[in-house]
């Protein structure tokens, strides 16, 4: 009996001592007793649990340390960022964002509509997280306005995964401050409109004064003197287009232009199009095609905005196609919305313009010289005015295809 107590208390201890261990005691430490195997494996014992408590605190320390820079990190950003986990729970958010949140977005365990007053940011955020990377929107999609202070404060938002692949652990939403980007381009379209409405009078002056010179006086100049009246003649008309163009696209933006909606069908759009280019198309031996869905298919819209739309983007493809080559216009039932198409076999786009093409004032090489740059500007303005979008497809040497959208006539059967 009292051999097998000798041989069975030591390993109690050991037993003892490991479940210190497990719990977080790494200072135990098991009797060295005597010089047999059971002492010197007691002796290894302590060692051990002395080391692995070594380790323990290393850890601890960098896991402190790693979290203080990243607190530190998130302090020094200076833009609002919220970090949500798998379930759209705020578990991190750094000082700009509390102050621009408020104290909902301190407590813990909030969801993003809890914090967020817009639903697409959350939207967005969802699917980020679902999808595993965050949907392609342009920046005049991202922009969330808050009201507060009696003032409007504008954010540019954007969302990246944390992790990768669809195994994401959360994601980041950040949002950049530009309220005074905002306003400086509401004060640089305000100077644009104020600045186009005074050249209109001078510019109609001007533009009388040559018709009168050229229509009474050019049979008694030099031929060199009156090719000088008609280059005024034609930069006279050129300015005048693009101060009026310049003044539509700032009423526009400014929402100051009235939008008459109505249903109009899609074959009275395409016909009115083709009446109008009808002549310019067999001048240049171009093949004008027409491809729609149904005969009966009507949009919600403006018509003389609309036509103007399509009469824009098929006055470019006739600039840029050759002879012999083919326009189409075409129109695909998409749900809801009807997408309406002009695509021509010239030479395509430039990559680098693909993105830029619909920005003010940007032509595509030199022979967009020819225009203004605010023909697609204005197109794009006043699709958004009907609540679709615009984009083009094109491949450098296959042709372009100008795609729009617009809401659909949906009739009651």
């Known amino acids: 009996m009292v051999l097998a107590d000798r041989i069975v208390r030591p390993i109690r201890r050991f037993m003892e001592a490991s479940r210190?261990?497990?719990?977080?005691?790494?200072?135990?430490?098991?009797p060295e007793v005597g010089s047999d195997e059971l002492s010197r494996l007691a002796g290894e014992f302590n060692r051990m649990a002395t080391q692995v408590g070594r380790y323990h605190?290393?850890?601890i320390e960098e896991v402190i340390a790693e979290r203080n820079k990243g607190e530190a990190v998130l302090a020094s950003i200076e833009d609002a960022l919220l970090i949500f986990d798998p379930q759209l729970r705020v578990t991190g958010i750094n000082p700009a964002a509390r102050r621009l949140f408020g104290p909902l977005a301190q407590s813990?365990?909030?969801?993003?509509?809890?914090?967020?007053p817009d639903v697409r940011v959350c939207a967005l955020v969802r699917e980020t997280v679902r999808a595993g990377s965050p949907p392609n929107l342009p920046d005049e999609e991202r922009i969330l306005s808050l009201k507060g202070e009696g003032r409007t404060a504008h954010y540019l938002f954007s969302v990246t995964g944390i992790g990768s692949g669809r195994n994401l652990s959360g994601a980041v939403l950040l949002l950049r401050d530009i309220t005074r980007l905002k306003q400086a381009e509401q004060l640089k379209n305000d100077f644009i409109m104020a600045a186009s409405h005074e050249l209109r009078t001078p510019l109609t002056s001007l533009g009388m004064s040559v018709d009168l010179l050229l229509e009474h006086a050019s049979g008694s100049l030099a031929e060199k003197d009156r090719e000088l009246l008609v280059a005024a003649h034609e930069e006279v008309a050129r300015m005048k287009s693009l101060v009026s163009d310049l003044l539509d696209l700032s009423r526009i933006e400014a929402g100051r232009i009235e939008m008459e909606f109505e249903p109009v069908p899609v074959e009275t759009l395409f016909s009115h199009v083709q009446s109008v280019f009808r002549s310019q198309m067999e001048m240049k031996d171009v093949s004008f095609l027409r491809e729609m869905d149904g005969e009966g298919t009507s949009v919600r819209a403006d018509a003389n905005k609309v036509a103007w739309v399509l009469s824009n983007l098929v006055s470019n493809a006739l600039r840029y196609v050759g002879r012999g080559g083919?326009?189409?216009?075409r129109a695909h039932d998409d749900g809801a919305w009807v997408r309406l198409a002009?695509?021509?076999d010239g030479p395509?786009?430039?990559?680098?313009?693909?993105?830029?093409?619909?920005?003010k004032f940007v032509q595509v090489g030199d022979q967009g010289s020819e225009g203004s740059g605010l023909g697609l500007a204005i197109c794009k303005e006043i699709v958004r005015a009907h609540g679709g979008?615009?984009?083009?497809?094109?491949?450098?040497?296959r042709g372009s295809t100008f795609i729009f959208t617009l809401p659909k006539v949906i009739r009651e059967t």
């Open 57 to 59: 605190a290393m850890n």
């Open 389 to 397: 979008t615009i984009w083009v497809e094109s491949e450098p040497g």
């Open 342 to 344: 002009v695509a021509d």
């Open 348 to 359: 395509g786009i430039p990559r680098e313009y693909q993105s830029r093409i619909f920005q």
């Open 20 to 30: 210190h261990i497990s719990a977080g005691d790494y200072a135990v430490q098991v």
């Open 326 to 329: 083919s326009i189409a216009l």
């Open 108 to 116: 813990g365990a909030v969801g993003c509509a809890e914090v967020v």
